[in-house]
């Protein structure tokens, strides 16, 4: 990496909590990397970008930092392709479909030459990764389609031929507003009280009953420790809520966890500061 860049720190989740990983990113410093002198990387750079910042907006920071990782290595001009299927879970139902769209993007990477155009490449790339990362989440058909729509808009750019029309979908219906349940924790605990308990039990029930189909549980620390160790504090502190909402009912396909430890602080302070509303798990219910 350059002396510039922001250094991206990987934060493993290990035991039942699944292998995955977090990095530590701040997408303006992204946005400023400078260019590569490679022009399907510098696009790629900025479609990844723009990925991640709207998984930014919806507080889905886990994969925010994978797009934003892949726009800095696109950035720095190293070879970035496109995700591989099995590294996400996707719907049985769905692998047909995506198999063959990755298949043609391969095709079409693979045959990119100087008449290529690359803008259009770059972003049939990054809306690709984008389509298999809503499709894994499958809890929003509209940004599915969106990625999906977008991949095949940009495919079409480059063989010359009208993207297919997508077809009309019915009307859909009012789904609630994602919800955030915040579990708080004392310094240097994983401990869940009788209050954090009673948090978790209302997240469980506003999951059961409005039928959320995805379930984010993300740990977080205050900076009263270095950051391995409140890394690995703020897993312990989301593996005992993720064991209560598991012990509750819910399917563990539902839960999504992911380790933020120092970073995304709830209240910004120094190195080195006790804050309480920092010791936390943020519950998010997606539809």
């Known amino acids: 990496m350059f002396d510039h860049m922001k250094k991206f720190m990987i934060l ?9 990983a977090a990095f530590s990113y701040d997408l303006n410093t992204v946005e400023g990397l400078p260019s590569s002198g490679n022009a399907f990387n510098d696009a790629l750079h900025m479609e990844y970008l723009e990925v991640a910042r709207d998984e930014d907006k919806e507080d889905d920071w886990t994969d925010a930092s994978y797009f934003a990782g ?26 047909k ?12 990477l693979a045959s990119m030459n100087s008449s290529t155009n690359v803008a259009a490449l770059a972003r049939a790339q990054a809306q690709f990764d984008c389509w298999l990362q809503e499709q894994e989440e499958n809890s929003q058909p509209e940004d599915i389609a969106k990625c999906r729509t977008e991949y ?8 010359g031929m009208e993207a297919p029309a997508p ?10 507003e994602p919800m955030t349940f915040v579990v708080f924790f004392g310094h240097n605990s994983s401990v869940l009280s009788v209050d954090s308990n009673r948090t978790i039990g209302e997240a469980l029930m506003a999951a059961k009953k409005t039928g959320a189909k995805l379930v984010q549980v993300g740990g977080h620390a205050d900076r009263s420790g270095d950051a391995p160790y409140n890394n690995a504090l703020s897993e312990r502190r989301a593996k005992a809520v993720i064991e209560v909402l598991l012990w509750g009912g819910l399917d563990k396909k539902q839960v999504k966890p992911s380790v933020f430890g120092e970073d995304f602080n709830a209240m ?7 804050k309480a509303a920092n010791r936390r798990v943020e519950i998010k219910l997606k539809y």
Request: glycine share 10%; aromatic share 2%.
């Open 12 to 20: 493993p989740l290990v035991g039942f909590l699944g292998a995955c």
């Open 70 to 95: 892949k726009a800095t290595l696109a950035a720095a001009g190293e070879a970035v392709g496109p995700q591989e299927i099995g590294e996400r879970k996707i719907p049985d139902d769905t692998r």
């Open 97 to 108: 479909d995506i198999g063959f769209a990755r298949s043609a993007l391969v095709n079409a």
């Open 152 to 159: 095949s808009a940009a495919m079409a750019k480059l063989t």
């Open 167 to 176: 077809a009309a979908a019915a009307a859909p219906k009012p789904k609630p």
């Open 268 to 274: 910004r302070t120094a190195d080195g500061v006790k």
